[in-house]
């Protein structure tokens, strides 16, 4: 099989910081992988050598069988990435937004098919034509999703994407994440939140000082299990 998202040994020093040491990690279409582990953990190190942001020490990490380092650019195109604050042009509406970047990503869409995908992923109608520096996070969420999903996304990068969404966004945010692993689309997801990673993710990844010291499916723990083993790891 082909994993969406492949880790080999990756290793990423900064100057004077092994922020990332000898992962392997591999996510299959469909899976929701959920990144937990303290500040300073190598969660977004992680995300940034999958996104190309960064270049691995060394190691290999590979989006929809492609070598990162060596296809910068080809990788872009099977990739979204939702950071915490997703990042748009806020003087232009969440319409104006999705056609810009779904046709950088080299779709066109007509207005019609751009107001569906904005309101599939949970967009308010009457928002749509509003600038998005007037939007709350979780709508900017909302768009980046929708983009996401126009540019027909096989890989979901998220970093943070829950973090000071209220719980009724947080639980529109999960249900939009589990419509789009059912379509085949893979997750990798660093939170802080073992709740939401419980609920939304297939499997957790506990993080500790650049290694991943467990992975779980979550099937297999109820939440409390899941505090209690990241907590075990944190002392
Ligand atoms: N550009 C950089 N230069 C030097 N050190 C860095 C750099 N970026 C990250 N680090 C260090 O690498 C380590 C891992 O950082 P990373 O941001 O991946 O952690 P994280 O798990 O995402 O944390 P958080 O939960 O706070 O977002 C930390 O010790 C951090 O200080």
Redesign the pocket.
């Known amino acids: 099989m082909t994993y969406l998202l492949e880790a080999r040994e990756l290793r990423k020093q900064?100057?004077d910081?092994l922020?990332l040491r000898g992962l392997n990690l591999q996510i299959a279409p469909g899976e929701i992988f959920c990144l937990l582990?303290?500040?300073?953990?190598?969660?977004?190190?992680t995300i940034n050598l999958f996104l190309g942001f960064i270049q691995p020490t060394s190691g290999t990490a590979f989006v929809n069988g492609l070598d990162v380092a060596a296809n910068p650019l080809e990788i872009k195109k099977h990739l979204a990435y939702i950071p915490e604050n997703v990042l748009l042009y806020p003087h232009l509406s969440g319409l104006e937004n999705l056609a810009l970047f779904s046709s950088l990503a080299g779709f066109k869409y007509s207005e019609s098919e751009l107001l569906n995908y904005l309101t599939d992923a949970g967009l308010p109608a009457e928002a749509v034509r509003r600038r998005v520096g007037t939007y709350s996070k979780g709508m900017r969420q909302k768009v980046g999703i929708a983009i996401a999903v126009a540019k027909h996304a096989k890989v979901l990068l998220l970093d943070e994407p829950t973090s000071g969404l209220d719980p009724k966004a947080s639980n529109e945010f999960s249900e939009l994440l589990h419509r789009l692993s059912g379509q085949g689309t893979a997750v990798l997801m660093?939170t802080?939140d073992i709740f939401r990673a419980k609920e939304v993710g297939t499997r957790v990844g506990i993080?500790r000082e650049g290694e991943l010291v467990d992975v779980r499916p979550t099937a297999a723990l109820n939440a409390q299990e899941l505090e209690q083993l990241y907590l075990n790891y944190m002392h």
């Open positions: 900064y100057a910081k922020a582990g303290q500040n300073g953990a190598g969660k977004s190190t660093a802080h993080m």
